[in-house]
């Protein structure tokens, strides 16, 4: 029997992420609203482009095909159309063959006050003003960044890879806080060792990690049942920090029942060195700066998160 919606793991996302919509949204912007809603009613049968999460979506939605008896992930459309406007992307999803059946159609207001009812671990948006008012709530959310070429999506590879920053996304950003005060990495690791078995409470995204974690367990478990079985799941952790303050990160995850299957501590290197390596279907970071693919087309997502994120700057 298939997991009830309040047992999932849920991922809402919105259709200016699942889909390429710059062409509709200019009209929206040079004409208004009622052109805009001409134009998609005479472009309703119109396949929308695949936009930078759709191969994220795609292959999180393939884990249910592997685990027909729990299906225990789903995805929930999230849209400020109306359900007139919003038939374009219902079509275009069945088009895909993409398995989302449940549908938020706000029309013209964000939905980001639903997240809680339909229980989504994330909130994947092109939009910053939704995502930031989702994350003020304390609901899961990212901001998907353009792409600088087209995103690959690989119809022949099933396997599903997530790349996470640690600090200000898995974790809240007390250590970022300890950094930003005086921008002295020293006074960093000080702090980080001698508060090193204490774990840093979760942040914006801990949920959705540790909910992905348990979906290792499923793979585990049809791994011990069938060992030709092949995982499609792998989980990284790309962070800056390095030894000592990597002790840290390893209590917390430790306390947290969960564990990254690679987890990299650059010091500071360039993150899309291994970005290029790994090629994650999708990459959470809370800095812009380090939300780079160096035309890789890797799916980046900024969690606009805590000291590294104030109104008055982005972070470094």
Request: some cysteine; overall charge negative; hydrophobic content about 40%.
């Amino acid at each position: 029997m298939a997991y009830p919606i309040e047992h999932k793991l849920v991922i809402g996302v919105a259709s200016s992420a699942l889909f390429d919509l710059s062409e509709s949204h200019q009209v929206y912007l040079d004409s208004g609203t009622e052109e805009y809603r001409k134009y998609q009613e005479t472009h309703v049968d119109a396949v929308l482009g695949r936009g930078v999460a759709f191969p994220f979506i795609r292959r999180f939605l393939n884990i249910n095909k592997h685990h027909p008896e729990e299906s225990p992930v789903e995805v929930v459309l999230f849209s400020r159309n109306s359900p007139e406007t919003g038939l374009r992307v219902m079509h275009s999803i069945a088009h895909y063959g993409l398995d989302i059946s449940r549908a938020a159609f706000m029309t013209g207001r964000s939905p980001y006050p639903y997240l809680p009812a339909f229980n989504a671990s994330l909130f994947l948006s092109a939009n910053e003003d939704d995502v930031r008012s989702a994350l003020a709530c304390h609901y899961p959310a990212g901001l998907v960044l353009p792409s600088p070429s087209r995103t690959e999506d690989d119809e022949q590879d099933d396997e599903l890879r997530v790349a996470f920053d640690f600090d200000g996304v898995i974790a809240d950003d007390e250590a970022e806080t300890v950094f930003k005060r005086n921008n002295d990495v020293d006074e960093f690791h000080a702090h980080e060792t001698l508060n090193v078995g204490t774990p840093h409470r979760p942040g914006p995204l801990a949920g959705l990690f540790q909910k992905l974690a348990n979906m290792q367990r499923l793979e585990e478990k049809a791994q011990q049942r069938d060992p030709s079985y092949r995982k499609i799941l792998r989980i990284a952790i790309i962070t800056a920090r390095n030894a000592p303050s990597h002790e840290r990160v390893v209590t917390t995850l430790k306390s947290w029942g969960v564990a990254a299957d690679e987890t990299f501590f650059l010091g500071g290197m360039d993150k899309s060195r291994v970005l290029g390596v790994f090629r994650p279907h999708i990459f959470f970071d809370d800095q812009l700066s380090h939300l780079k693919s160096n035309g890789d087309a890797i799916p980046m997502v900024h969690v606009p998160f805590g000291v590294a994120n104030l109104r008055t700057g982005t972070g470094a």
